[in-house]
């Protein structure tokens, strides 16, 4: 479904390098992990999948689309098919829970029936029922990074892009976010993440592609974590 | 697409009130621009009257000697009226120049007992005479010499022609009125060029806020014009409500400030802000739209790029 092309990305003509000959594929329902050091070329990678950030050498495919090919006006569109988490959320700050998941499905062009349906239906999946109405600063991180999830969810897109979703979170809200994520993937969708909590990986016990300086060091189909 | 229009101008709605201390600032600052701008055309408005007044008071006076034959003074009265450049000719006659003598002097009681020795009126009949344009006082002032040059010296009809006298405060008049209109223009104009960089800067720097909501949005898949709309649509609120308020400032400043501007300029400027509402009311509140529109258009592009 994502497959990455001997895709690298440079900076300074070429003097330092945040990807190197990067080539892996992720398949459909697969959970995949991302795990290395900080400036192991994580973000940048998933920056690739989302059209944020585009590659020197190689391409990137969205099952047979090369993303990099896609004109800037459909664009949106394509973005209507990944769900993103991020480590700081990227909540609006001036609308409440209910309006950051509805605005997702806004933009998407949906009817008003569709998003006063799937919005509540959202917001339960991740456990959230009673806080719709507050704002994100009303909120706390464990539960801001649940809108998250379900303003990434409530479109069913195809996949879900989540860079360090348990970076700022307590171990207890960390847990239950990798469980809304594993319960998410066995619903079906393609989950590709980043972090570097040994205890999230070694908990999913799903793939783990390790990353050291770029380059791709490790690709485990059940792995641990290991650095 | 309706759908889509009614969500974006929802949310321009939305934005504005929950950014209330920001839309404050833009209100503010646009209302401010748009004031001067304002006081910049009564200003204007105010200079153009008061130079059509003077302008209308300038004149050349022909003065007739007291026995001047009236055929020849009613034939130089239609010689003077069929020029190009003349735009009015008014006539006194004798008794009316002695009256208006009497009634200038009436305080003063030896002007009007010399007149009474007399026994009989010395004063002749004359021409007040306007030209359309200042500028063309010297060839009316030609036209009348060349008349009195003409006349047998032993039977003079035309006793002084004014012209050379006021001369020279026709040209200074000339060109400070010439000079007036430029200046209010260049003035103007930088006026105007501030107003818009103050606006669009403040509106940026709104925008700039939002920066990151933006961002947001992008990533979630919006489309430019979804992002785009409520934003312009805030704008045009910004433009409106300053135009009005602005307005609305201009009433009492007016109402105080008409009665001074009638006896001075000869214009009272709460009429003429009464009489030209609309007027004013789609000049200021059009400017103020476009104004925020184009500055809330830029702003937001910025950052809708790559």
Redesign the interface.
Known sequence: MIYFDNVSKLYNDGRSAALQEVTFQVAPKEFVSIVGHSGAGKTTLLKMIIAEDRPSHGQVFFESLDIHRIPKTRLPNYRRKIGTIFQDFKLLPHKTAYENVAFAMEANGRTDAEIAENVPHALSLVDLDDKAWNFPHELSGGEKQRVAIARAIVNQPDIIIADEPTGNLDPIATYEVVQILRKINDLGTTVIMTTHNKGVIDEIERRVITMDGGRIVRDDSTGKYVL | MI??FR?VVKAGF??FW??AYVSLASIFVLTIALFVIGATMFLNQLLSTSLATLQSKVDINVYFVPDAPIEEIERIKAAVEALPDVAGVVFTSREDALAEYRERNKDNTIALQALEELNENPLGANLAIQAKETSQYESVARFLEEQRALEQPQTPVIDEVNFARNKDSIDTLTSIINATERASFIILGILLIAAILITFNTIRLAIYTAR??I??????????M?IRGPFMLQGIMYGFISGVLALLLFYPLLVWVGPRTAAFFELNLFDYYIVHFGEIFGVLVGIGIVLGLVSSTLAVARYLRT
């Open positions: 759908t889509g969500r939305v934005g929950r950014n990151e909501e961002a947001i949005m992008r990533l979630v898949g919006a489309s430019n979804f």
